[in-house]
């Protein structure tokens, strides 16, 4: 629409694009030495003239309100700042200018200036007042914000100064330098953030589902300017922290243009046009209420206070509901209760007045301060609190103590039935004396809501089928053999579901009084759907190992041997969120359940790294069938790793592509991860691999090949691997990122380069969204197929359980348990079985089992001794859903033609 160096108005000079929407410009530009954002609108012709009107109608108004508004909270606009500038060739661009507001963004203020940490409850109170303010007057002009997120608010320069010296040092040397390499920097972080839009709607719009109540009133404008008059003075007289100012951002009718755009020309749903975690329910319909926004604050108040993304917290299967109180134990239950409110599902039930929340803001930040300053008091002694100490969550631990001994009282305590919850002091002593404690027979710790089961309550979300509710209900109340009959008709119904087999097993024991060993299985269950779809793959192969010795439950004498010892296997699932903080609660909750001997897990060599340490400290053995990291190697006596490390992998992709190139020396551009443990440690492995041959990894200066930048671009990252000279790809993307390396499968046609991954890209993700470009060019290393498997019996087992073909980590998990197995079953004559005998029956240099990926022994360091790495081919394929399926590059094709459709 312009260009740089253009100058609008004889005063604005364009500096740079900051965004594009195809409909509307967003540019930095300078305005006689002070930098500004120009937005530029252009309706697009598509867009019939009733809804241009309207568009244009909304643009001005956006400008008029800020106009009139003045509030530190919004970005200023002068009187003269919105014009109609002519342009030859484009025509008439309706133009908006308004302060750049210098700062960092909420998101990188908790990354870069809190190191990810939570935020207080003081503080979360301050802030939470602030937005609502806000909002409160934008809603007076019948304006409704639609996109509220932590990368939307900004903390004004101004104001951060005021805060505790050390966040003000951090955010001046970090951020707000003006020397050009920060300002560089400094534009990376808020310039993208500055874009488009508040919607602007009309006045019955707004009024939608709250014609009952005024939001904001004359008498609150007097208390807000009473207010500013002594900001100053108040700033000075209160011993208590200075929060800052925030302000909100992305502001426009970009979203109104870009919705109807859709709407009318694409015919799509204009849900797509959404923030993750933040976009209230009814706004996926496309419909707007003022309540929206107090969702969006809602959820963003969770994500200061979690340190952790909406999208990454658990949900409730049922109500779909945010479980985040867990992760924010150092509030108050009435904050709590109040965000809980302010993010209900329909907006009748959220507070319907902002004068509302702040008139309980009021009473909660009085509350806080009355008990801090008690605290504070010189002469009152006060006994040291644990850090974790909560009386809300206190609170609810004692109530979950009385449910369990109320139901306790009620059903007559049966033998070598399921324990019940111990004592906090019985914690403790567990704590010193766990290594040494026995193994105990047939128990699991009868507990609910805390993301552990052996059966009692559903971890996976959306597969309560009815017989499994019912049978898991019989479970918790002691009804095993119901239980049993119950959990059998679900997996009959269900049989893919590794949840209901696990169940179903524990069930048995415990009704036929069997003596059992006891493990447990840690994978993320609720959050990200393809890390979920791994943890299905995970479980499967624990639930299969734990199915072959529990089916000794039989009058086959045959069958009866296969157990351990003549006991049986109890398993407990834990779903650690894909969260190191909550992955450290379940290691520590395991550990504190003495019966546990061993755990398998985690998914991802990240959290496995982070939580490593506390099965350490508790003597607890962990075997990883997944994380794969090199990093983990050398660190843990109570470590051990069933797949190949990444040096296994690495060298093997290294040793591929020099046999496979014919060049003198064979370039590589390589896509990774900076900073995540799997990609990185995988990156560094191969690159030594590959230079100690006569390979050469080309540089990646201006970061083109990081797969992990927002504004990563696959089509200029292929033009700097061409200038480079490089003659194949290497793509070893995390599983959070995998769009992007199917963005790099797809750029490539522009060079045609071999493409070889890690074994991230081994997904049906992968087949689904870009195997037309992937077929002939993009082989994937894997640490097993079923095709080539060591163990041929294990495949076909495997299809009969779940009634398809299983993963490669599937076939690990199942070996994890093989291991603990044959470890426990060679030391048959002790009766009493603890975690050092387990740990040195592993770590034995005479230790060997065997299971679906063949010979399984271990190196000093916990590594897997054995390791065979196979190379796949996307293929088409007739009996795949997806058209496609991965084929060992070794196995004959044509013998997979006949096969294909048996497997």
């Known amino acids: 629409m312009i260009n740089p160096g253009q100058i609008l108005q004889n005063r604005y000079q364009a500096i740079q694009l900051l965004g594009d929407s195809g409909f509307g410009q ?104 602030q937005l609502v303010e806000i909002i409160s007057k934008l809603h007076q002009h019948h304006c409704i914000h639609r996109d509220i997120k932590p990368t939307n608010i900004m903390l004004r320069t101004s104001t951060v100064q005021n805060q505790n010296p050390t966040i003000v040092q951090q955010i001046v040397s970090e951020n707000l330098s003006q020397n050009s390499q920060v300002e560089s920097k400094d534009k990376e972080v808020t310039n993208a953030e500055n874009l488009s839009p508040i919607s602007l709607t009309p006045k019955n719009v707004a009024q939608q589902g709250n014609n009952t109540e005024t939001l ?61 975690g933040y976009t209230s329910p009814e706004q996926y319909e496309g419909k707007v209420t003022r309540q929206s926004d107090v969702f969006a604050i809602g959820r963003t108040l969770v994500y200061l206070l979690t340190a952790e993304k909406p999208t990454k917290l658990p949900t409730e299967p049922q109500t779909g509901r945010l479980m985040w109180r867990d992760r924010a134990t150092h509030i108050s239950q009435e904050l709590a209760d109040l965000i809980d409110e302010m993010m209900e599902n329909l907006p009748q039930c959220r507070p319907q007045t902002t004068e509302d929340i702040l008139e309980r803001l009021a009473t909660y930040k009085q509350q806080v301060e009355t008990e801090t300053e ?64 026995p193994e105990a027979p047939t128990t699991c710790p009868l507990k609910f809501d805390d993301k552990l089961s052996c059966g009692e309550e559903i971890l996976i979300p959306g597969s309560a089928a009815k017989d499994k509710e019912k049978g898991v209900k019989a479970f918790a109340d002691g009804n095993y053999l119901q239980a049993v009959m119950l959990l059998e008709a679900a997996r009959n119904k269900q049989i893919n579901d590794p949840e209901i087999l696990i169940y179903l097993n524990n069930a048995k024991l415990a009704a036929n009084n069997t003596e059992a060993y006891t493990i447990a299985v840690a994978v993320p269950i609720t959050g990200e759907s393809r ?171 201006d970061e083109k090949f990081d797969l992990s930048r927002t504004a990563f671009n696959a089509s200029a990252a292929i033009d700097r691997a061409d200038k480079q000279e490089a003659t194949a790809i290497v793509l070893l993307p995390d599983i959070f990122n995998l769009s992007k390396g199917i963005e790099v499968i797809k750029a490539n046609w522009q060079l045609n380069l071999p493409i070889v991954a890690g074994d991230s890209l081994y997904n049906d993700y992968t087949l689904k969204f870009g195997a037309d470009e992937a077929e002939g060019k993009l082989v994937v290393a ?57 740990q040195q029956a592993l770590a034995s240099e005479d230790f060997s089992s065997y299971g679906a990926t063949g010979d399984i022994s271990f190196l000093g360091n916990g590594d897997r001794q054995e390791s065979k790495i196979s190379f796949t081919q996307v293929v088409k394929s007739s009996c795949s859903p997806l058209g496609y399926t991965f084929l060992p590059l070794d196995y004959p094709v044509s013998k997979f033609n006949l096969l294909e459709c048996e497997e």
């Open 374 to 437: 008690v605290e504070l008091l010189p002469t009152q002694k006060q006994q040291p609190t644990a850090v974790t100490e909560n009386k809300y969550y206190s609170r609810l631990l004692q109530l979950k103590l009385l449910n369990f001994q109320g139901k306790s009282q009620k059903t007559k305590p049966k033998p070598n039935k399921w324990l019940g919850k111990i004592s906090l002091f019985t914690l403790g002593v567990i704590a010193v004396v766990i290594a040494f404690l």
């Open 782 to 838: 894997t640490p097993w197929h079923s095709l080539n498997s060591p163990n041929l019996d294990f495949p076909q087992q495997a299809k009969e359980l779940w009634g398809g073909a299983v993963s490669w980590r599937t076939a690990f998990a199942y070996d994890s348990v093989q291991a603990l197995i044959t470890a426990l079953e060679s030391l048959p004559e002790r009766k009493e079985l603890n975690r050092i005998a387990l």
């Open 531 to 701: 890390a979920f779809n791994y943890s299905l793959e995970i479980l499967r192969g624990v639930a299969q190992a734990q199915e072959e010795i529990n089916q000794s439950d039989t009058a086959d004498a045959t069958l009866r041997e296969r157990r351990i010892g003549g006991k049986g296997l109890i398993v407990i699932i834990a779903d650690d969120v894909n969260s190191s903080a909550q992955a450290v609660i379940r290691a520590n909750d395991l550990a504190a359940t003495g019966q546990v001997l061993a755990v398998v897990g985690h998914l991802s060599s990240q959290i496995t790294m982070e939580v490593a340490q506390t099965y350490e400290e508790n003597q607890l053995v962990l075997i990883a069938p997944t994380a794969n990291s090199s990093m983990l190697s050398n660190r843990n006596n109570f470590f051990f790793r069933m797949i190949p490390s990444d040096a296994t992998i690495a060298q093997a992709m290294a040793s591929y592509l020099i046999s496979q190139s014919e060049d003198e020396q064979p370039k590589v551009a390589l896509f990774h991860i900076p900073n995540d443990v799997y990609s990185e440690s995988l990156k560094n492995q191969f690159s030594l691999s590959f230079t100690a041959g006569r390979g050469k990894v080309v540089k990646d200066l």
């Open 216 to 276: 904001g009133t004359t008498e609150g404008d007097k208390r807000e300017l009473e207010k500013k008059k002594n900001h100053i003075a108040d700033r000075q007289q209160s011993p208590k922290q200075e929060w800052g100012q925030l302000a909100l951002i992305d502001f426009g009718a970009m979203r109104q243009v870009t919705e109807t755009y859709v709407k009318q020309v694409e015919g799509k749903d204009v849900t797509g046009i959404i923030s993750q």
């Open 26 to 129: 967003t540019w930095e530009v300078d305005d006689g030495g002070t930098r500004k954002i120009l937005k530029i609108l252009q309706v697009p012709k598509a867009i019939d003239d009733e809804e241009m009107e309207q568009v244009i109608a909304l643009f001005e108004q956006e400008a008029n309100v800020l106009k009139e508004l003045h509030d530190l909270g919004l970005p200023k606009v002068e009187p003269e700042a919105y014009f109609i500038e002519s342009t030859e060739g484009v025509g008439l661009l309706h133009c908006l200018v308004m302060e750049k507001i210098e700062g960092i963004n909420l998101s990188e203020w908790l990354k870069h200036n809190h190191h990810n940490q939570s935020i207080e409850e003081e503080q979360a109170i301050a802030w939470l007042t």
